[in-house]
T-cell receptor, first 112, second 113 residues
């Protein structure tokens, strides 16, 4: 079965501390993985996708097929990073990226 | 260029009733997907429309149906509402090409009492 697991509902860190938001997936084919973010009172928006290999707002994520993971990392957290983060998988790799399977989300709280 | 807009923002319905939610896709986008997000959960894929045809469906019963219009706006219809249908309903549009980004609306909060 296709599934995305985010084991932490809440991750609280201090400003300047490293951040790692965990994401594991279950998928039989070649996955396309994303991180979406939702800031307070804003709509869900794409943060990054594994195929682009970009670093957005200091965040990076590496696809580890052996561990079936796609953890989101940032070396130094900022208060403005506080938001809800969702890991998502596209089972239609190469097709329209709009049939996403989401995890349950992790709320990142960065304390001053 | 306008973003994805959904209406209404909030809605209260009684169990057994029917509801229609609306979504205007972003300019230039021909693909619309609908998601249901229950409290404390991630969004769940309901179905997708591409150029007015259903193009994929998640694990939702037939009482969830949709339409896409020639201008690529879309409707989600839910018949025989149940209490468990209470959720945030999200619409996302994309240009339908390979590796394109999905842009989400702000959602419609449906409460079934």
């Amino acid at each position: 079965a296709q599934r995305v697991t985010q084991p932490e509902k809440l991750l609280s860190v201090f400003k300047g501390a490293p951040v790692e938001l965990k994401c594991n997936y279950s998928y039989s084919g070649s996955p396309e993985l994303f991180w979406y973010v939702q800031y307070s009172r804003q709509r869900l928006q794409l943060l990054l996708r594994h195929i682009s290999r970009e670093s957005i707002k200091g965040f990076t994520a590496d696809l580890n097929k052996g561990e079936t993971s796609f953890h989101l990392k940032k070396p130094f957290a900022q208060e403005e990073d506080s938001a809800m983060y969702y890991c998502a998988l596209n089972p239609d790799y190469g097709g329209a990226t709009n049939k996403l399977i989401f995890g349950t989300g992790t709320l990142l709280a960065v304390q001053p | 260029e306008t973003g994805v807009t959904q209406s209404p923002t909030h809605l209260i319905k009684t169990r057994g009733q029917q509801v229609t939610l609306r979504c205007s896709s972003q300019s230039g986008h021909n693909t619309v997907s609908w998601y249901q997000q229950a409290l404390g959960q991630g969004p769940q894929f309901i179905f997708q429309y591409y150029r007015e045809e259903e193009n994929g469906r998640g694990n939702f019963p037939p009482r969830f149906s949709g339409l896409q219009f020639p201008n690529y706006s879309s409707e989600l219809n839910v018949n025989a509402l149940e209490l468990d249908d209470s959720a945030l309903y999200l619409c996302a549009s994309s240009s339908g090409g390979v590796n394109t980004e999905a842009f989400f609306g702000q959602g419609t909060r449906l409460t079934v009492v």
